[in-house]
């Protein structure tokens, strides 16, 4: 078996926060109605065509998702939709920051066209990427980029 056979494979946290539980319910004119489930299948198939493995996570609870950030330390990146978090979670940001791992932030609404506390991300900053607007196919874009910066190509 050569060398390149025998690498683990590149493991991804796919991270989504409050109320993306609901996707495919919630306000579909927004959000649409693909569900998290039809989300975390594609992401987890996008990855193992590019040869990574996604773990996937969601919760309304922000000491959750710290958590689960911290515990993504030996993982290559995380693909993070942090939902409203992303407006006002210092804690949130703070994990993002500590852990040395790529993050993208994704929102699958163009969130610079709805209200203005929306236009705001605390976790932007420290993120590598961020993508808005694109819908459910933001997550292949996040997904690629993660995989990019983990490998130190972008």
Known sequence: MSA???APRPAVLLLHGPNLNLL??????QYGTTTLADIEKRVTNLGADLGADV????????GVLVEQVHAARSMAGIVLNPGAFAHYSIALRDAVDAVDVPCVEIHISNVHAREEFRHRSVIAPVAQGYISGFGVDGYDLALRGVLLRAAGTR
């Open 4 to 6: 390149a056979a025998a």
């Open 24 to 29: 495919g319910e919630r306000d579909p004119a």
């Open 55 to 62: 773990v996937c996570a969601q919760s309304n609870h922000e």
